[in-house]
């Protein structure tokens, strides 16, 4: 397995234990860039529209790619 492949895998492992809980509320989220040391996500669903998504993204989303995958030094929403 390459190093990147490793990396998507941590950070698949990560949205995995995040989902069930942004699933709770409606919402729910998807990977659409990793880099060598980020990450662009985008929330879809009642979390898209939440008022209090930027502080999932950072308090749960980030700390959480941030355990599984270390390299990992920011994860940012996808902006349409």
């Keep these: 397995m390459s190093p990147s492949d490793q990396l998507r895998q ?12 942004l699933i709770a509320d409606g919402g729910d ?9 980020e990450v662009i996500i985008q929330f ?3 979390c898209q529209n939440c008022n209090i998504n930027q ?3 950072k308090n749960g989303v980030e700390e959480t790619i941030k355990r599984y995958a270390p390299e990992i030094r920011k994860v940012t929403e996808f902006q349409i």
């Design 10 to 21: 941590n950070v698949e492992k990560a949205i995995a234990e995040i989902r069930p809980y």
């Design 29 to 37: 989220i998807s990977i659409i860039e990793i880099t060598a040391d």
């Design 44 to 46: 879809e669903g009642a």
């Design 55 to 57: 502080m999932t993204l």
